[in-house]
């Protein structure tokens, strides 16, 4: 069960506008920054969002992120098949003194 | 440019030591600006961080692992390696070693490949 909780699951159309949430709490999302993974079937994680909406060098800016107080949002605009894949978010937990990650949202394009 | 590559046994039997290395090219693990960290995967299943690990050597791990598991650094092999002892079932899982640029509160923005590790008699 993890502590940041994401969708299982999202999904959406070629050329439209999805997003996942990212639900924690004061020790972690809340006072913490939030990070964003995608991670296409059969290969390691990678860095989509990092510091809550900074995007690595060759990240497309249809990947957004953002945070309000415990929860945190990634939006992907002009969804293309080829954003089918799974998405984590993390963040810093105090408690924990490590990362902690969501349960992951498996996005499908329709 | 930075590349992570984990390596060991992909079958271990229960209760035995399960032992990892990472190989770290195009960067190095005394850098005194990094941490590196272990994170896996069960099968079809979600992301857990299992530790962290200074240049130094200073170590930080997951409460729940904390008694079963040893992060290292051979500064000279360039490596990283992890050790968890007492494996179960449940530790099956896609074992990674990653780099945290900026301190352990930062994210990880490199990856290894990963390594299957199952348990099995």
């Known amino acids: 069960q993890s502590v940041v909780t994401q969708p299982p699951s999202a999904s959406g159309t070629p050329g439209q506008r999805v997003t996942i949430s990212c639900s924690g709490s004061s020790y972690n999302v809340g006072t913490n920054t939030v990070n964003w993974y995608h991670q296409a079937p059969g290969t390691a994680p990678k860095l989509l969002i990092y510091?809550?909406?900074q995007r690595p060098s060759g990240v497309p800016d249809r990947f957004s992120g953002s945070k309000s107080g415990t929860s945190a949002s990634l939006a992907i605009s002009g969804l293309q098949s080829e954003d089918e894949a799974d998405y984590y978010c993390?963040?810093?937990?105090?408690?924990?003194?490590?990362?902690?990650f969501g349960g992951g949202t498996k996005l499908t394009v329709l | 440019q930075l590349q992570l590559h984990e390596s060991g046994p992909g079958l271990v039997k229960p209760s035995e030591t399960l032992s990892l290395t990472c190989t770290v090219s195009g960067g190095s693990v005394s850098s005194s600006t990094y941490y590196w960290g272990w994170i896996r995967q069960p099968p079809g299943k979600g992301l857990d961080w299992i530790g962290d690990?200074?240049?130094?050597?200073?170590?930080y791990y997951n409460p729940s692992l904390n008694s079963r598991v040893t992060i290292s650094v051979d500064t000279s092999m360039n490596q990283l390696s992890l050790k968890l002892t007492s494996v179960t079932a449940a530790d099956t899982a896609v074992y990674y070693c990653?780099?945290?640029?900026?301190?352990?509160?930062?994210?990880?923005?490199?990856w290894g490949q990963g390594t299957l590790v199952t348990v099995s008699s």
């Open positions: 990653a780099r945290h640029p900026y301190g352990r509160n930062s994210f990880f923005d490199s």
């Open positions: 510091n809550q909406n």
């Open positions: 690990i200074s240049y130094s050597g200073s170590t």
């Open positions: 993390a963040a810093w937990d105090d408690t924990v003194n490590g990362v902690v």
